[in-house]
């Protein structure tokens, strides 16, 4: 039995035929989520990677900065999105969050060589690679880099 299900992406939409069950959906929407051609990026790429380097991204008082890798589609990084709002209002003009969807940003997430969604990329004042991490990043942990960082609320 075959039936569609419409999926929505930020410029595309694309029609999706289940085959009677979930396990094709998830391979499916797996590839969707991954499926974006990614390139290795070069380690020294990463090391030189500064805020003034990131294509797009404005950090004019140079703040400790997290970039916030996703997909409108992801349901983590859905789930991300309140508890960044949240650490956004608290480290206001002391931290800087940046959600950066994969298919607008694409040459950064070469750059990053980000291969899952979410990702979160901690950069230091001086735009330096801190720390990342991959998948689903509640509020506690993120706060526990921060502090590593030396950002007081």
């Not at 589609?73 to 969050?97: A, D, G, S």
């Not at 001086?126 to 991959?134: C, T």
């Amino acid at each position: 039995m075959l039936s569609p299900i419409r999926v929505s992406r930020s410029r595309r939409q694309g029609t999706i035929w289940i085959f009677g069950g979930s396990v094709a959906f998830v391979s499916i929407l797996m590839s969707l989520l991954i499926g974006v051609p990614l390139l290795r990026a070069d380690p020294k790429a990463l090391e030189a990677a500064d805020s003034s380097s990131i294509e797009g991204i404005e950090n004019p008082q140079h703040l400790p900065m997290l970039l916030e890798f996703s997909l409108d589609i992801c349901i983590p990084c859905r789930k991300m999105k309140p508890i960044l709002e949240e650490v956004t209002k608290e480290y206001q003009n002391k931290f800087l969050i940046k959600i950066l969807e994969i298919e607008d940003y694409q040459a950064l997430t070469r750059q990053f060589d980000i291969r899952v969604v979410p990702t979160q990329i901690f950069l230091d004042s001086q735009g330096k690679v801190f720390q990342r991490h991959e998948g689903f990043l509640d509020k506690g942990p993120l706060v526990g880099v921060l502090n590593q960082m030396g950002v007081k609320r």
